[in-house]
């Protein structure tokens, strides 16, 4: 007797997941240090997207600026280096001092 399956088999795509856009751009600033329009150039996700998720995951600290440079693709001055490598990320200059001492 043969076995009846009403969803079909995708043998090419077993075991893989197709990543959110999001995901795409996580996963690129994870390998790369670069611009959000070298995201765009390498991905094709635009720009107000990439600002967005830019936006989005460093407000939950997951993605940091790295320093500020040169655009290798239009060579414009002055803009933002990102990555989401922890490893990467710069280390805080911030002074801690300890408030808490007794009078």
């Not at 329009?37 to 600002?51: D, H, Q, T």
């Not at 040169?70 to 408030?99: E, H, M, W, Y």
Request: charged share 25%; with cysteine; glycine share 6%.
């Amino acid at each position: 007797m043969k076995n009846h399956n009403s969803t079909p088999t995708n043998k090419h795509n077993k075991g893989t997941k197709k990543l959110s856009e999001a995901e795409r751009f996580f996963e690129f600033f994870k390998a790369n240090t670069t611009t959000v329009f070298a995201c765009e150039k390498a991905l094709g996700i635009s720009r107000a997207n990439g600002c967005r998720y830019k936006k989005h995951f460093e407000s939950l600290g997951l993605l940091k600026v790295v320093k500020m440079g040169r655009c290798p693709i239009t060579g414009v001055d002055g803009v933002q280096f990102i990555t989401t490598n922890s490893a990467l990320f710069p280390k805080p200059t911030q002074l801690k001092f300890p408030f808490n001492y007794a009078r």
